[in-house]
Nanobody, 123 residues
Framework: QVQLVESGGGLVQAGDSLRLSCEAS????????MAWFRQAPGQERVFIAR????????YYSNSAEGRFIISKDNYKHTLYLQMDSLKPEDTGVYYC????????????????WGQGTQVTVSS
């Protein structure tokens, strides 16, 4: 069992930066693929970024590539998402999730989810 708690969201202006954190409980954090997803109102949850169990094998959506960086600290059991040059279309609830499947990016393959943190980017 893995419990995930996100933090770091907020209201920012276009061009600003935010760093999201996701604290995980449970010993499986170091052996799991971790990812961030975003869900905007009335829309499906979409993949943002993924990181492999040892901190490599990162992969980003087209919208995140070049602006966001995903990282993890296995000692602190914490996942991060550094978001720079934020745009209004980045607005939504950001969720971290855990999967036992390598290279997963489909939300159906992620078993454990946090409660989400709201990010709002004003123009």
């Amino acid at each position: 069992q893995v419990q995930l708690v996100e933090s770091g969201g907020g209201l920012v202006q276009a061009g600003d930066s935010l760093r999201l954190s996701c604290e995980a409980s449970g010993r499986a954090f170091g052996s799991a693929t971790m990812a961030w997803f975003r869900q905007a109102p009335g829309q499906e949850r979409v993949f943002i970024a993924r990181i492999g169990r040892y901190g490599g094998n990162t992969y980003y959506s087209n919208s995140a590539e070049g602006r966001f960086i995903i990282s993890k600290d296995n000692y602190k059991h914490t996942l991060y998402l550094q978001m720079d040059s934020l745009k209004p279309e980045d607005t939504g609830v950001y969720y971290c999730a855990s999967s036992s499947i390598n290279s997963a990016s489909d939300p159906r393959f992620f078993r454990f989810w946090g409660q989400g943190t709201q990010v709002t980017v004003s123009s």
